[in-house]
């Protein structure tokens, strides 16, 4: 067992926790956050993605030794003082998601694809997004909730 | 999905990386940024008794200049490559194949290095860095420190020239300032591995390719590079007809793989087309 | 912190049906709060881990625990010959024949694998890490034996996929019009056209696929005492529930299923499968709570596949391109098991291969056979996908032999709206639909005209990038179904569908249906129809389903049923609980039933402004301080309704592809489809429903299939091969409606769950070809990858300038045909 500390959505964690131990087991059976969910074993669904120090990381892919140190946010962190986050809103306005299984990891994906291109273009957020695979949505109305959600933000820091 | 049990070392500095690794040998991994390393222990197509993490190790990442070199560090993330100006200024071909690189998450953690050693003849760093005559440093746990080129750096499928107890700790590439170039990958669906790829840069002088340096990925059991065909770019200028025929016997001497994406006999004649395109783009045309 | 539940623009504010709401379910969804089967933690609970066969065809000699059962946190190891009187079997509950040959399919096998990944021993453990840990400590002792994984190579019966049963043939199915009066002969049909008319012949394939749902399948259980509660990643709970009962013996009244919130389904979650119950046996066994969760390769590998057909189709036409016939022989392949309806499935086909065309003699003919490769059951589309394919490939085929454009000869071939209803040359009967209104819709947001110029320019030009237009105007039968039909089917249970609604005392408004959701929107749907039913807020409207214990009776949510269906018993739930009001309301106002009128959630005094909201005779009956005499004490009403015909949703859809001929790549360029779905509930579900759709189609003919080696192991078992696309492969499609109301269900509603992926695939694959056919290009085989495109255009001949690509019969060199083989219907198949 190591020890590590990590902060998850904003509270610090103090655990021991076995070597292997993937960063989305940690999140989902040490801390109970289910809201980051698995959909695959290869790393290519995309479906665990949070942010790891600000960036976005498939949670698959990190052992949860690896975030020692750190922090990370998942979709649970994301609305803050009691608002959704804009892309959330997003999500739900523009009906981008259906059985939601590929939300949280989209959502996490689309808020960090704007975090390096705030006005990206259609093929920029398609490209963005091509770490997350969704079985429902057919990507259309993904694509047009990450505009609106860029949309709406920089109309927010422009305000 | 869970990996075997392994014991997890997160050393301080590359030394103490090294002893690590002369400890234990071969029961040993070495974890770079994972990306490839994490699916692998989590399908359980191996299980190493200890993982030695070089996430810690900041002397192994960084970008810097080195006269008429550009140096990355091996624990470099992809990401902070596409962020370098050095990098695309000096080395555009690096930076344009790295784009390509599975999806941004993955880019987010995996490495320049981990790539190279990890050897994945479909794997888009090691083309680059092969046509841009990079050279690679390697350390020893005798604490001595040697470099090869590139050429002698890839040995075979999954095969490098960094020895058990070595690790790979800085990329020299030569700068190639002002060269145009392009990263011609070709694939089914966005988030696969190469099919085949082409990563080709060029420096272009009054009208004519002056200067010409080819490399190929999934074309073999490493990347490889085509001095033949850069000979014959060399002169030509940077129009369809000269570049076709400049490039025809690109898949000449390969042997690409056959898989469910293509046979052998297809990716050879992917390569030629793949080949002009990427001339052409990398040219400017 | 709530989600907003303001719309977009409406143009009848007063009604909910037709507006585009927001969904009911999104909030949990969108802020990690979800409910999915493998978030469940019980106290105590243990957790298990398949050990799986990595052989296709074997014969099992010895298991041995030992090792396992010692390893570190495991608490049990369970073979099938531990739980063999209590771990019931997966069933099929749709022999197609009397005489189907169906193999016994244990959930954990005890002597005899058919297929790779079958369950031959189940870890338990406190960990799952401690689960899996112990699988390669069970050793198992083999004996391999020959596989038979080519349905064609099946039907020789040199190689048997169980040799206890003497054969792989599994059934054959006939529809026959001369045979059922429907129609003409198709055999007189063909002679005739060989001699004077046009016959096209082909053989297609439709290739095997994965459903990929996103959430892997996941299952709790938990005994509690002589009761089981069963949590799982299912379509179908109520059908789950039944088959338990009748397989393990567990009284159904002792078992709750319970599908909390399911991550997708697709037909992929319409299964009663082993794992399901190997994780209940072993957790009765152990009489603790037990989870197992999949893994993805573990989900491509075991969960049931799609399609997987052998399609022979001759077309015969007169020399002007009128119809007069279709034989349609089919080989389709089920894998080692027949799955719950996995035999039903192609057969579904029977009544679509006809289409919306008019043809005076049909034969359908369907030989199921047993491979040693993953069963196959319903996908997306399930048996229509598959004739739709066929048929619009075959209109295209039939456009490019009689020289005209393929929307022509679809028109002079297709039932025209003032002839609705039709009855079909398959004996069904279509309700309602436009197909001259859809297509001269879709034609105009394509910009039909303008991408037929651009494609003659490029061919003109010589263009190493082709431009080729792709046509479907499909139709489908979906809403599942009259249960009187499905009897005739030998279909093991009925169609209907229930609904309950329960009227609060505080005004608010339960719903209970039976149609259990996983993706599709039915809380905020449901919400509507019952808002505009019964006058309330559509905020004030809850709707539970999906845990027998709180929606006891229901058939569940696949084939585009739902709304026709399940929508439809709410409609009548609705409509009762307005009857018992009214009596109530009629005591309450003191006037006579008679002078009562209901509207806007209100019963009012006619010529009076005395009334009462439908809330307040709610409170009033809780209270029953004065009710009529005899009346019962409340509003709640049940409905359950068996539908009287299925839906016929149908569309045009037209795709533009770019194919580049130097590499085979294609790329789409666009694609608009004009969808009649009948009178819409919730435009933006239905637009929703409509872009999965599509993707799922288009990824049959681009990307997707299911591919195995020599010895039956899956060559596609991870996501890195089994190539789904991403945001970056598809594009933004333009869609629209047309709309002729159904007049078979009050709402005037059609299914649309499947109608995208049904007509997307011939569309995407006709495109490819129509930018090849002058090459001499007629067919190439699916996925059309780039290396099949690219090879097509190495083999075909391009024909002298100015003439006409001869259509082969049955080619032998065409890259989608095997050596055509025997007829199947020859010599009085079976």
């Not at chain 2, 990925?217 to 002169?235: H, I, K, S, Y």
């Not at chain 2, 129009?239 to 006999?265: F, H, Q, Y």
């Not at chain 3, 799982?232 to 009748?246: C, D, E, G, K, N």
């Not at chain 3, 905020?539 to 269906?565: C, F, N, Q, W």
């Amino acid at each position: 067992m190591t020890r590590i500390t990590v902060t998850v959505d904003g509270v610090e964690y103090f655990d021991e926790v076995e070597p292997r131990m993937l960063l989305v087991q940690y999140l989902r059976e040490s801390l109970g956050k289910v809201g980051t969910v698995i959909g695959c074993d290869t790393s290519n669904c995309g479906a665990c993605t949070v942010h790891l120090d600000g960036r976005s990381v498939k949670s698959c892919n990190v052992l949860a030794v690896q975030a020692d140190g750190h922090e990370v946010t998942t979709i649970e962190g994301l609305a803050a003082n009691g608002s959704l986050h804009p892309m959330q809103t997003a999500f739900h306005e523009t009906h981008a998601l259906q059985c939601g299984y590929c939300t949280p990891g989209m959502i996490m994906q689309a808020c960090d694809l704007l975090k390096d291109n705030p006005d990206p273009s259609e093929q920029e957020i398609r490209e963005g997004l091509e770490g997350n695979l969704c079985r429902c949505t057919g990507y259309h109305n993904i694509v047009r909730a990450v505009q609106q959600a860029a949309g709406a933000m920089r109309e927010g820091v422009a305000s | 999905m869970i990996p075997a049990s392994f014991d997890y070392l997160a050393p301080a500095t590359a030394a103490e990386a090294l002893a690590a690794l002369a400890e234990h040998g071969d029961d040993a991994k070495v974890l770079a940024g994972g990306q490839s390393l994490l699916p692998i222990l989590r399908m359980r197509l191996n299980a190493p008794e200890v993982v030695i993490d070089l996430g810690k190790i900041p002397e192994l990442q960084g970008i810097s200049e080195d006269g008429d070199h550009l140096v990355i560090g091996a624990m470099t993330t992809y990401a902070a490559v596409l962020a370098s100006e050095a990098v695309s200024t000096h080395a555009a071909l690096l930076s344009k194949a790295v784009a390509t690189v599975a999806d941004p998450q993955i880019r987010h953690r995996g490495t320049v290095g981990g790539a190279l050693v990890h050897a994945d003849p479909a794997g888009d760093v090691g083309a680059p860095v092969l046509a841009l005559g990079a050279e690679l440093v390697i350390a020893g746990s005798d604490g001595t420190t040697r470099t090869v080129t590139a050429e002698d750096f890839f040995e075979d499928l999954f095969t490098t020239a960094v020895g058990e107890d070595e690790l790979l700790t800085q990329i020299r590439i030569p700068k190639h300032t002002g060269w145009g170039a392009h990263y011609e990958k070709f694939v089914r669906v966005s988030h696969q591995w190469s099919i085949v790829a082409i990563a080709a840069t060029v420096r272009v002088e009054d009208g004519a390719i002056a200067e010409a340096r080819v490399g190929l990925t999934n074309m073999g059991a490493t990347p490889l590079r085509v001095a033949g065909v850069e000979a014959a770019l060399v002169g030509q200028p940077p129009t369809d007809e000269a570049v076709r025929a400049a490039v025809a016997s690109i898949a000449d001497d390969t042997n690409p793989p056959s898989d469910l994406n293509g046979d052998s006999g297809y990716r050879k004649h992917l390569a030629t087309v793949l080949a002009r395109r990427a001339v052409l783009a990398a040219a400017g045309a | 912190m709530t989600v907003t539940d303001e719309t977009q623009t409406r143009e009848a504010p007063e009604l909910e049906i037709g507006r585009a709401r927001f969904r009911k379910e999104d909030e949990r969804l969108i802020t990690g709060r979800s409910r999915f089967t493998d978030n469940m933690q019980l106290p105590g609970m243990l957790h298990l881990a398949m050990v799986r066969s990595p052989f296709a065809h074997a014969t099992i000699t010895s298991i041995d625990t030992d090792a396992a059962k010692a390893a570190p946190g495991v608490i049990a190891v369970v073979t099938g010959e531990d739980i063999k009187d209590i771990q019931g079997v997966n069933a099929n509950a749709w022999p197609i024949t009397t005489d189907q040959v169906t193999p016994t399919h244990l959930p954990v096998v005890i002597d005899h694998v058919a297929c790779a990944g079958e369950i031959v021993a189940v870890i338990a453990a406190r960990t799952e890490a401690q689960a899996r840990d112990a699988i390669e400590l069970v050793d198992v002792d083999y004996e391999e034996l020959p596989a038979v994984l080519d349905s064609k190579e099946a039907l020789k019966d040199e190689v048997l996929a169980h040799p206890d049963l003497g054969t792989n043939k599994s059934a054959f199915w006939q529809l026959d019009s001369a045979a059922q009066g429907s129609g003409g002969d198709v055999e007189e049909a063909i002679a005739k056209a060989r001699t004077d008319g046009v016959v096209i012949e082909r053989e297609f394939r439709q290739q095997r696929l994965i459903p990929a749902f996103m959430e892997p399948r996941s299952t709790v259980v938990d005994p509690t005492g002589d009761q089981l509660t069963v949590w799982s990643a299912t379509q179908v709970p109520h059908i789950l529930r039944f088959l338990i009962a009748a397989t393990t013996g567990l009284p159904e009244s002792k078992l709750r299923v319970v599908a909390p919130d399911v991550g997708g389904g697709f037909g992929g979650k319409l299964q009663t499968t082993p794992e399901e119950f190997a994780t209940i046996a072993v957790a009765r066994r152990l009489g603790k709570p037990c989870k197992y969760t999949e893994t993805r390769s573990e989900s491509l590998l075991s969960g049931h596949h799609g399609r997987d057909q052998w399609q022979k189709l001759t077309l015969s036409a007169e020399k002007d391109g009128t119809v007069t016939g279709l034989k349609v022989e089919l080989i389709a392949d089920l894998g080692a098991y027949v799955a719950v309806i996995g035999g039903g499935i192609p057969v579904l086909g029977a009544w679509m291969f006809n289409a919306i065309y008019k043809f005076p003699a049909y034969q359908f003919n369907c030989q199921t056979v047993l491979t040693n490769k993953a069963w196959v059951d319903a996908y997306r589309g399930a048996g229509r996908p598959e004739a739709t394919f066929g048929i619009e490939r075959m209109m295209d085929e039939l456009a490019a032999e009689v020289g005209v454009d393929p929307l022509e000869i679809r028109e002079q071939n297709w039932i025209t709206h003032e002839e609705f209803p039709f009855t079909t040359v398959a004996g069904m009967t279509y309700d309602s639909g436009n197909y001259e209104a859809a297509t001269a819709k879709a034609k105009e947001l394509f910009g039909y005209d303008a991408l037929r110029a651009e494609q003659a320019r490029r061919r003109a030009d010589k263009d190493p990038v082709q431009l080729g237009i792709g046509v479907s105007t499909f139709t489908e039968m979906c809403g599942l179904a009259p249960s009187r039909i499905l009897g005739s089917l030998n279909y093991g249970a009925g169609g209907w569908e229930h609904a309950s609604i329960r009227m609060l005392p505080t005004g608010k408004v339960e719903v209970i249906t039976g149609s259990s959701a996983h993706g599709q929107g039915h809380h905020t749907a449901w919400s509507q129809i019952v808002a505009d039913r019964l006058g309330v807020a559509f905020e004030d409207v809850e709707v539970l389903h999906g845990d027998t214990a709180i929606a006891p009776k229901g058939m569940d949510t696949y084939g585009s049923r739902s709304l026709v269906v399940g929508g439809e018993a709410v409609v009548r739930a609705a409509d009762k609980v307005i009857e018992k009001a009214k009596v109530i309301a009629a005591h309450l106002l003191e006037a006579s039933a008679d002078d009562l009128e209901f509207s806007g959630g209100r019963f009012g005094v006619k010529g009076t402004d005395r009334g009462l909201a439908i809330g307040e005779v709610a409170l009033a009956t809780f209270a029953a301080h004065n009710l009529p005499d005899g009346v019962e004490p409340s509003l709640d009403s049940d409905a359950t309704y068996d539908p009287v015909n299925f839906s016929f949703p149908h569309g045009t859809h037209l795709c533009a592809m770019e194919v580049d001929t130097e590499t085979g790549a294609t790329s789409m360029r666009s694609y608009a489809c004009v969808d009649d779905v009948g009178v819409i509930v919730n435009p933006l579900l239905v637009e929703g429903q409509i872009h999965g759709g599509l993707v799922q189609g288009i990824s049959q003919a681009l990307w997707e299939g299911a591919e195995y080696d020599e010895n039956g192991t899956l060559v596609t078992g991870s996501f890195v091969d089994y190539t789904l696309p991403t945001a970056a492969d598809t594009i933004s499609f333009v869609t629209d409606t047309t709309v002729s109301p159904s007049t078979t269900n009050t709402l005037g509603t059609k299914g649309v769950g499947e109608a995208g992926t049904i007509a997307a695939t011939p569309a995407v694959v006709n495109a490819i070809i129509d930018a090849l056919r002058p090459l001499g290009i007629h067919d190439i085989q699916m996925p059309c990858t780039p290396e099949r495109v690219w090879q097509a255009i190495q083999s075909a001949s391009t024909p002298p300038e100015g003439e006409r690509e001869a259509a082969p019969h049955f080619d032998e060199r065409a890259p989608n045909q095997d050596p055509p083989g025997g007829s199947i219907t020859e010599g009085g198949a079976q």
